[in-house]
C-alpha cells in the first residue's frame, strides 16, 4: 500500500512538473505554504498579478478559494490545510488566497456552484490582521457597494464557508469571524455549515478547528453535490535536485530571505518581507537568578530607513537551533543531503513557493520551517501513509484519529514533529515522506514581536528589547522546552560578551548567519507600528501596568516622560504598577526607576508587588485595588491607563479591579463600573499591549 501510495506521488509530480525540470534530477515530493505569499512577494514571483479573484479561479480551473486573514501564521497554515483536504477528500479544485492581494467589490458576481472560504485571526483588541484590514473595512462598511448589483443582498450568490482564530482572554472574542459573518449574512450571503471559532486561550484551537471541519466538509458536500473519496496525498510542489550547484555556488540561498540578501544589495523598505539586519550593540542579563534569564538588548537601526515610536513592537526572525535541524534531518534520513541543493517548483498555478530557492535542505529546515512547535494531529494523520513499516503506520493513524491517544501520548508533552516521528517509530527512520509534506505542513518560521522597552525621543536610532528566555521543564519530558527565539537571543547575547562558541543550555544556532553575512552581532528584524501610545499631552497623568517583561513598553514611556521633564515640560502625574517574584531576583531595570524618579520628581511613584516573598501571594491587581482611591481622581482627571504583559490572567483581572474601583469609588454598581471601563477602552483611554 505504501508503495502504491508513492507510485501515486510520483506519478502526479510526472504529470503535472515541467518537462524541463523532469530531466534535471529526482523529485522529493512538494512543499509548505505552498499558497503563502511573503517570500514569493519578496521575490517578485507572485503567481499572477490579478487583483480579480473571480478571474483568477477561472483561469486557474479553481472553485474553492480560502482567503486567510493571519498574523502569526496559523490562520494560513489552517487555510492550506483546508485546502489540500478539499482537494484529496472531495476533490474540490482548491486555492489558498491571502486577503490583501484581492479586491471585493465583485464578489456579487462570483458564479454560485464556487465556495469561499475564510479563515480570520482576531488580532490584539478585536482587530483584523495586517492583511485582513482593507477587506474587514470594505465587508462590514456602512456603504459596501459592489460592482454589479445594488440590491439589498448583492451576494445572493456566495456560498461561504467561516472558521475565526481568537482567544477568549480578550474581550473582543473572535470578532473578526463574528463581525464578518454577520455582514456577510446581512448582505445575502449563504453560509455552510457552522461559523467555526478556536479559542487559543483555552489551549484547545487545533481541537476546535478538527471538530469544526468535519460536519462543514459534510454540509459543503451535500450542498455542492460532492463525492467523498478515498484521500491521496496529493504534493503541490515537485522538489528537484541542482546537481550542478553546490551550496557554494553564488546564487543559492542558504537562509537570505530574499533575492536582495542574497545579492548583498538589501535595503529598505524593511518589513515582514524583508528583514533588517541589525547590529546588536549592548546586550546583558537583567535577573539575578542562575535558572532564569531576562535579555536586555539594544538593537542598532541607524544603518536602515525604519523608524520607531515609543510603545511599538519589533519584529524578531529567529533561526533553528543546530541539534533539532540535525534531528530532523536524522529522522528523515536525510543527513547526508543537508547541503545538497534543490529547487522548489510550484506544480500547481495558484501555488506559491515560500521561501527562495534553489537552496538547500538545511536551510529550508534552519531559516523557514517551524520545527520546534507542538506538532498538530491532523498532520500525523497525513503522514501515516509514509510510516516505516505496518505497524507505525498503525500507530500513526490512530494518532491522527484518536484525540484522546494524541492528548495523552504526544499532546501533553508538547513533543514537536521531530520528537513524535521518532516516538512512534521507534527511532527509524522515515525514508518515504516526500519533504514537500513538510514544506506543507509545518507553519512557516515566523518572526517574534517584542514590545520596545526604549523611547524613540530619548534614542530614535536604538532599539530597546526586554525578552524572558524560555526555558521551562515540563512534566513528563526528560528535558526543558526551550523557546526559539529567546534562545537564539540568548547565545547572541553570549556571543556579544566574549563567549566565541556560545552554547545556551546546551543548543548552538548559525549565529554569523548565511555565509557569515550576520558577522559581528547582527540580528534580523522589523518594526511593526502599534496603537499602544501615550497621550500626545504630557501633563495628562497616566497609570501604568506592566508585570514582568510587561514592563517594556512602560519602560519607554517613564524614559520618554522623565525626559520631557528634564527640558522643562509639564510633565503629569505617572503611576508605575510592577511585579515579579523577588526584589533581588528578577525586579527589572531596579536602579534605573531612581534615575526617572530623579527627573520626574514626586509627580512619578513605582509600586512595587513581589509574589514570592510573603505568605501571601501579591500580585499589581492587588496593589491597584490599595491604591483605589487615588486611581479613581486620576481617572476623573483623564488619566490614561496602560496594560501590558500577560493576557490569560493579569489583564482581564486589571480590568475586573478597575471596575470594581469605579463602582466602589463612585459608588455605583459594578456594571455601571464595567460600562465605563468598556467606554475607557473604546476611547483609547485604557490601552492593551498583551499576549
Ligand atoms: P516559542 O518557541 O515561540 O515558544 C513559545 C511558547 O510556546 C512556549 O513558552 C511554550 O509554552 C509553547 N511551546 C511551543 N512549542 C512548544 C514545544 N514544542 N514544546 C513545549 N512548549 C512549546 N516577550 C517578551 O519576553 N518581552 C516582550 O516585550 C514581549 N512583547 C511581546 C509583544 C507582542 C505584541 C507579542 C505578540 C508577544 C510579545 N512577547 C514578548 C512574546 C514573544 O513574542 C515570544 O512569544 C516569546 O519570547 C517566546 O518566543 P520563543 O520563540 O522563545 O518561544
Redesign the pocket.
Known amino acids: 500500500a505504501q508503495l502504491d501510495t508513492l507510485d501515486i506521488i510520483v506519478l502526479s509530480v510526472i504529470l503535472l512538473g515541467t518537462a524541463a525540470y523532469l530531466t534535471k534530477g529526482k523529485y522529493w515530493g512538494i512543499t509548505k505554504d505552498p499558497y503563502a505569499a511573503s517570500f514569493a512577494n519578496a521575490n517578485g514571483l507572485k503567481a499572477g498579478k490579478t487583483r480579480n479573484i473571480i478571474e483568477k479561479m477561472d483561469e486557474s480551473g479553481k472553485n474553492c478559494v480560502i482567503f486567510y486573514g493571519s498574523q502569526t501564521g496559523t490562520a494560513e497554515d489552517y487555510a492550506s490545510r483546508l485546502a489540500k483536504e478539499g482537494k484529496s477528500r472531495y476533490g474540490l479544485e482548491t486555492m489558498v488566497a491571502d486577503l490583501e492581494d484581492y479586491d471585493y467589490e465583485n464578489l456579487d458576481v462570483i458564479p454560485e456552484d464556487k465556495v469561499v472560504m475564510f479563515v480570520l485571526a482576531t488580532y490584539g483588541e478585536g482587530e483584523p490582521t495586517d492583511n485582513a484590514v482593507d477587506f474587514y473595512e470594505f465587508i462590514t462598511g456602512e456603504d459596501v457597494s459592489f460592482s454589479e448589483s445594488s440590491d439589498d443582498t448583492p451576494l445572493g450568490n456566495l456560498n461561504y464557508v467561516a472558521f475565526g482564530l481568537g482567544n477568549n482572554t480578550y474581550e473582543h472574542y473572535n470578532s473578526m469571524v463574528r463581525n464578518v459573518d454577520k455582514a456577510l449574512e446581512k448582505l445575502g450571503g449563504h453560509r455552510i455549515g457552522a461559523a467555526g471559532e478556536g479559542d487559543d486561550g483555552a489551549g484547545t484551537m487545533e481541537e476546535d478547528f478538527l471538530a469544526w471541519k468535519d460536519p462543514m466538509w459534510a454540509a459543503l458536500a451535500e450542498k455542492m453535490g460532492l463525492e467523498e473519496r478515498e484521500a491521496v496525498y496529493e504534493p503541490i510542489f515537485g522538489i528537484v535536485e541542482r546537481d550542478n550547484l553546490t551550496k557554494d555556488s553564488h546564487e543559492v540561498y542558504l537562509g537570505e530571505p530574499n533575492k536582495m540578501h542574497l545579492e548583498g544589495t538589501a535595503k529598505g523598505p524593511f518589513n515582514a518581507h524583508n528583514p533588517y539586519i541589525a547590529p546588536i550593540t549592548e546586550s546583558r542579563e537583567l535577573f539575578s537568578v542562575k535558572d532564569r534569564n531576562c535579555l536586555h538588548m539594544e538593537i542598532d537601526i541607524s544603518g536602515s530607513n525604519m523608524t520607531y515610536q515609543t510603545g511599538d513592537?519589533i519584529a524578531i526572525w529567529?533561526t533553528n537551533p543546530g541539534h533539532e535541524v540535525d534531528l530532523f534531518l536524522n529522522i528523515l534520513g536525510l543527513e547526508n543531503k543537508k547541503d545538497t541543493v534543490i529547487s522548489v517548483k510550484a506544480l500547481e498555478p495558484t501555488a506559491k513557493v515560500p521561501f527562495p530557492t534553489p537552496t538547500t535542505f538545511d536551510a529550508i529546515i534552519r531559516y523557514h520551517l517551524e520545527i520546534?512547535?507542538?506538532v498538530s494531529r491532523q498532520f500525523l494523520g497525513t503522514l501515516a501513509a509514509f510510516a516505516p513499516d505496518e505497524s507505525v503506520k498503525a500507530e500513526m493513524a490512530k494518532l491522527g484519529s484518536d484525540k484522546d491517544y494524541f492528548q495523552d501520548k504526544i499532546s501533553k508533552n508538547?513533543?514537536?514533529i521531530t520528537r513524535t516521528l521518532s516516538l512512534v517509530s521507534n527511532g527509524k527512520s522515515w525514508t518515504n515522506i516526500p519533504f514537500s509534506a513538510f514544506i506543507e505542513g509545518l507553519t512557516k518560521l515566523q518572526p517574534?514581536?517584542?514590545?520596545i522597552?526604549s523611547s524613540s525621543v530619548v534614542q530614535p536610532k536604538k532599539i530597546s528589547?526586554?525578552?524572558?528566555?524560555?526555558n521551562?521543564l515540563?512534566p513528563g519530558r526528560v528535558d526543558p522546552?526551550k523557546?526559539?527565539?529567546?534562545?537564539y537571543l540568548l547565545a547572541l547575547k553570549q556571543k556579544q560578551n566574549g563567549d566565541p562558541n556560545p552554547e545556551p543550555f546546551g543548543e548552538t544556532y548559525e549565529i554569523m548567519g548565511p555565509r557569515n553575512k550576520y558577522d559581528g552581532i547582527h540580528v534580523p528584524v522589523h518594526v511593526r507600528h502599534s496603537n499602544f501610545k501615550l497621550p500626545s499631552d504630557p501633563s495628562k497623568p497616566v497609570i501604568l501596568v506592566g508585570p514582568g517583561?510587561g514592563v517594556?513598553p512602560m519602560r519607554g514611556f517613564v524614559q520618554e516622560r522623565a525626559k520631557q521633564a528634564a527640558s522643562g515640560e509639564d510633565v503629569g502625574r505617572t503611576l508605575l504598577f510592577f511585579g515579579c517574584r523577588k526584589r533581588n531576583e528578577d525586579f527589572l531595570y531596579e536602579s534605573e526607576w531612581e534615575e526617572y524618579k530623579n527627573a520626574l520628581g514626586d509627580n512619578f511613584e513605582m509600586i512595587t508587588a513581589f509574589s514570592r516573598e510573603g505568605a501571601k501571594k501579591v500580585y499589581v491587581q492587588h496593589r491597584l485595588k490599595e491604591k483605589a482611591q487615588e486611581i479613581n481622581e486620576l481617572l476623573l482627571k483623564k488619566a490614561y491607563i496602560y496594560v501590558c504583559g500577560d493576557a490569560a490572567n493579569m489583564a482581564r483581572e486589571v480590568n475586573t479591579v478597575l471596575a470594581q474601583i469605579i463602582a466602589e469609588q463612585r459608588g455605583v454598581p459594578e456594571s455601571k463600573g464595567e460600562e465605563i471601563v468598556k467606554n475607557m477602552r473604546a476611547a483609547n483611554q485604557y490601552q492593551e499591549?498583551v499576549?
Do not use: C, L, M
Open positions: 513592537h529567529p520546534g512547535a507542538p508538547h513533543y514537536n517574534r514581536y517584542y514590545s522597552s528589547v526586554t525578552a524572558v528566555v524560555e521551562q515540563i522546552f523557546g526559539v527565539a529567546t534562545n517583561t517594556a499591549d499576549w
